[in-house]
């Protein structure tokens, strides 16, 4: 296969056998053992050079596309045997997602570290359409509507607390037995309408008959959140685990109330029908072996 493909880009015997490290007449020996081997002529001898007939040049394609599979095998067996390699594009809310997710990408990492990793961080329903849309290979996030159930397959990872959050010198800070009533008239950065997270928060003043009167502001962004309630006293339902290192900092701060306990779980979401790549399989069984176990799936 070497010596035609060779021959095939040089359609000269001379410079075949000078590559092939072999004697130009045993380089026409190897070609008369070929052509006799299929019992056919490959190359028209002219004077200067070789050139391929119709079943020569049939012959050399395939020569060609043998040797590049055989390099391909051998560069991903090679790879493999190093800690593998490819591509993977995961997706992922904002919140307690983030922290199995650093963790399973630390042990990714280790166990395949040729692997490279891509993570796209958007609301549950934006990753829901790049999924569907084959940009990500897997997500980390909720269903926003029952009807996506026909197209993915949800697993439940872990439990999302939610906390009523606020500057570090916001007035609330040290209050205490404050009711969702006295919070409705505080300003709020609330998350956007097609989040569970909005949803939440909505179904807590919805379901208490209470409506928002100080103002809101709406945005996707923690860190836009973050510095709002750094510089004003507006509050926002936000991660336990989201914003745990900036209260241990001093840059938050949690508003002592209590929430009734209906907060959304979290899960991988996979397109249904549809075996996942090596390199994503071995991710989610990293993202498995990390997440909070629960006895059964349930709706984000």
């Not at 990714?108 to 084959?134: F, G, N, T, Y």
């Not at 197209?151 to 040290?174: C, D, I, K, M, N």
């Amino acid at each position: 296969m070497q010596f035609l493909d060779i021959l095939g880009r040089t359609r000269n015997l001379r410079l075949t056998a000078e590559q092939m490290h072999v004697t130009q007449p045993a380089a026409t020996k190897i070609l008369m053992d070929i052509e006799e081997i299929l019992e056919a002529r490959l190359f028209d001898r002219l004077s200067r050079g070789m050139r391929p007939n119709e079943l020569g040049q049939f012959t050399l394609r395939y020569a060609s596309a043998a040797l590049d599979g055989q390099r391909r095998f051998v560069e991903k067996f090679n790879a493999l045997k190093q800690g593998g390699h490819g591509h993977l594009t995961v997706g992922a809310i904002t919140g307690s997602a983030a922290h199995l997710l650093i963790a399973a990408v630390e042990e990714i990492q280790r166990q395949r570290p040729l692997l490279v990793i891509k993570i796209l961080e958007q609301s549950s329903d934006q990753l829901i359409a790049w999924l569907s849309k084959r940009k990500i290979d897997l997500m980390i996030g909720r269903f926003t509507d029952d009807a996506q159930r026909a197209q993915f397959h949800y697993e439940r990872l872990s439990a999302e607390p939610l906390h009523v959050t606020g500057g570090p010198h916001h007035p609330l800070r040290g209050a205490t037995d404050l009711t969702l009533s006295e919070l409705a008239h505080w300003p709020w950065i609330l998350y956007p309408g097609s989040t569970a997270v909005r949803k939440v928060s909505d179904d807590l003043f919805g379901g208490a008959g209470l409506s928002l009167t100080a103002g809101v502001v709406e945005t996707p962004s923690f860190l836009f959140a973050l510095e709002l309630m750094n510089t004003t006293h507006m509050l926002s339902l936000q991660s336990a685990a989201l914003i745990q290192k900036y209260v241990d900092r001093g840059l938050l701060s949690r508003i002592p109330v209590e929430l009734p306990d209906h907060m959304p779980s979290y899960g991988l979401i996979t397109r249904l029908g549809e075996p996942p790549t090596p390199s994503a399989q071995a991710f989610i069984e990293v993202l498995r072996e990390m997440a909070e176990p629960a006895p059964t799936p349930s709706m984000a």
